[in-house]
């Protein structure tokens, strides 16, 4: 198993290019979610998918999009990068319910993006 | 709103110091509670969690009770190593949503 799976791993933009962070998991999870993560800010939730087909806006969906494109995959894309969208972006994915297996978050490695 | 209120950092400590890292918590429902560790240049691992009142989580050493009465998840390990070292997030998940939330994080360094 690989868990949760993030390209690229590092990416460096220019203002107002766009771009799509890729995530992929291989643990069969309804849900995934997207992060990004600044310093003194902790984690803060882009958007979440909980079942393939649905997606919703978490704590900072301005400047970005999401395709929750089949069960695996939970795609970010970012329309006209800014400098202030750069982070570091997190993908994450879980099941849902009660029990002391499920419910867990899983995350991915991270995407470092730099916007100049 | 549901929230997550941590120890801010950063936090040093000697080798095989006694540590605590508090946590408390805002929850609407009946939250489950999780620790998370991040390493340098990694992302999150899950460190333990606990779904009702009164449960302990542990693992590695460290351990957390979850608190109904104090809505408390303090995270404790009686002789940290300098393997220690890295931001420890405490999280919360109501379990009637599919959101977690989580603290701004506290960075740990142990010094030898």
């Known amino acids: 198993n690989a868990g949760v799976t993030q390209t690229p791993k590092f990416q460096v933009l220019k203002t107002g290019q766009s771009m799509t962070l890729q995530c992929a998991q291989d643990?069969?999870?309804?849900?995934m979610y997207w992060y990004r993560q600044d310093p003194g800010m902790g984690l803060r939730l882009i958007y979440y998918?909980?079942?393939?087909?649905?997606?919703d806006k978490g704590e900072v969906p301005n400047g970005y999009n999401v395709s929750r494109l089949n069960k695996r995959e939970f795609s970010l894309r970012l329309e006209s990068a800014a400098p202030s969208q750069t982070s570091v972006y997190f993908c994450?994915?879980?099941?849902?319910?009660?029990?002391?297996?499920?419910?867990?978050?899983?995350f991915g490695p991270g995407t470092r993006l730099t916007v100049l | 709103g549901d929230s997550v209120t941590q120890m801010e950092g950063p936090v040093t400590l000697s080798e095989e110091a006694f540590l605590t890292i508090n946590c408390t918590y805002t929850?609407?429902?009946?939250?489950?509670l999780f620790w998370y560790v991040q390493y340098p240049g990694e992302g999150l691992q899950l460190l333990l969690k606990a779904t009702k009142a009164d449960d302990k989580g542990s693992n590695k050493g460290f351990e957390a009770t979850y608190r109904k009465e104090t809505t408390s998840f303090h995270l404790e390990k009686g002789s940290v190593q300098v393997s220690d070292s890295a931001v420890y997030f405490c999280?919360?998940?109501?379990?009637?949503?599919?959101?977690?939330?989580f603290g701004t994080g506290t960075s740990l360094t142990v010094i030898p």
């Open positions: 643990m069969n999870h309804n849900s």
């Open positions: 929850a609407t429902g009946y939250p489950s």
């Open positions: 994450a994915s879980s099941e849902v319910g009660q029990g002391s297996a499920r419910g867990t978050q899983y």
């Open positions: 999280a919360l998940r109501v379990n009637t949503g599919n959101q977690f939330y």
């Open positions: 998918s909980a079942s393939e087909g649905t997606t």
